[in-house]
């Protein structure tokens, strides 16, 4: 596997599990209030604690959180680097866009002097 296709995988992943409404919520609880058991976080949604663990797995599945047991419990964190490849991708795919509207603006303004001058 290339990198490129490697992280290709890694963006899809990030991206189809921010696309749930609860996850992205989860994500902003767990920003705010650091490690945290799904107990805790079920607590502040409408969801079982049982639909959280389910969130969270496919968080974690996305690299996106990491849990790690302390005793009975396990406490769940994010793994904000996991957002990087996402973030790089958006950044190109702006800059794509950039240079594209660049591209037209300088097009029509050639029209524009063309057609007036």
Do not use: C, F
Request: glycine share 6%.
């Amino acid at each position: 596997m290339t990198e490129e296709r490697g992280e290709t995988e890694e963006v899809d992943g990030v991206l189809a599990a921010l696309a749930d409404p609860t996850r992205r919520h989860l994500l902003d609880l767990l920003a705010a209030r650091g490690e945290i058991t799904a107990t805790r976080l079920a607590e502040e949604l409408p969801v079982s604690r049982q639909a959280v663990v389910k969130h969270l797995a496919v968080l974690d599945a996305a690299g996106l959180v990491t849990g790690r047991r302390v005793g009975r419990e396990v406490r769940y964190a994010v793994r904000p680097a996991a957002l990087n490849a996402t973030a790089r991708w958006m950044s190109a795919l702006a800059a794509d866009w950039d240079r594209r509207l660049a591209h037209v603006k300088h097009v029509a303004e050639a029209a524009e002097r063309a057609a007036h001058g």
